[in-house]
């Protein structure tokens, strides 16, 4: 552990005053090492304090980690936002928003598909892991892609229903998602603002891309199990939360 302690969360003098058996704790990290596992850090939170952070060289407190799909509750956060300052609600329709979506032919499934069906990963859309992403069309090629299910009656998990919501927050704020988070989410966090890759437009992918420490990861997982609290103050909104 390094000497530096972040001031946010109080540490346990042990793990064991948690109710975290240190041992299990170091055989954990011992076979994820035996295994090859690039397990780059640990941060292990219970009962408000900090029980157990570990780095493995050359990973320390400062570096930033792909977060993968845990971008996602980045994105759903930045929707729980928006729909607390009133400018959607989970039954907003998608093509209320983007009534360009609109093809040429009607198109029944479109027209039904509302902001909850993104969130909860029941757009009925398939879209390919194949698309190229060095185009512009990243908006185009989801629209074009085939529907499987009519929205809201099938879980498919796909990653660009995220970068939907994205496209949402740009378009009904005028800002990048990481711009809308800033001042809401992550300056009461102390979290530095993170890297997260965007389509050739500067919109977030939303569903993966995003740069953040192990730390910061902590702080945000921690706020929501606090209902959305964190330093006494109400960070994300609690309806959000539940």
Not at 90 to 118: H, M, Q
Not at 223 to 236: D, E, L, P, S, T
Request: hydrophobic share 35%; glycine share 6%; with cysteine.
């Amino acid at each position: 552990m390094e000497e530096k302690k972040t001031q946010w969360i109080e540490y346990a003098e042990t793990p064991e005053e948690v109710g975290v058996n240190s041992k299990i704790v170091k055989e954990f990290l011992e076979k994820s090492m035996e295994l090859k596992k690039e397990v780059h850090s640990l941060c292990l939170i219970r009962h408000g304090k900090i029980a157990c952070e570990v780095y493995r060289e050359p990973f320390g407190r400062e570096h930033k980690h792909a977060m993968y799909s845990v971008s996602k509750s980045f994105t759903s956060t930045a929707i729980g936002f928006a729909v607390e300052e009133g400018y959607l609600t989970v039954d907003t329709r998608f093509v209320d928003i983007f009534p360009e979506a609109r093809g040429d032919k009607p198109d029944e499934s479109l027209e039904e598909l509302t902001v909850e069906d993104l969130l909860t990963m029941r757009s009925g859309k398939n879209v390919s892991i194949f698309l190229d992403r060095t185009k512009d069309r990243w908006f185009k090629d989801i629209m074009d892609s085939p529907w499987i299910s009519e929205p809201g009656t099938e879980f498919l998990y796909i990653s660009e229903n995220m970068y939907l919501l994205c496209c949402i927050i740009h378009k009904l704020t005028g800002m990048s998602v990481i711009e809308y988070l800033t001042p809401r989410l992550f300056e009461p966090l102390g979290i530095e603002e993170p890297f997260w890759e965007t389509c050739p437009r500067g919109i977030e992918a939303g569903g993966w891309g995003m740069m953040i420490s192990t730390e910061d990861l902590a702080k945000f997982t921690y706020c929501y199990q606090q209902m959305g609290k964190f330093a006494g103050k109400q960070v994300i909104p609690e309806n959000w939360v539940k």
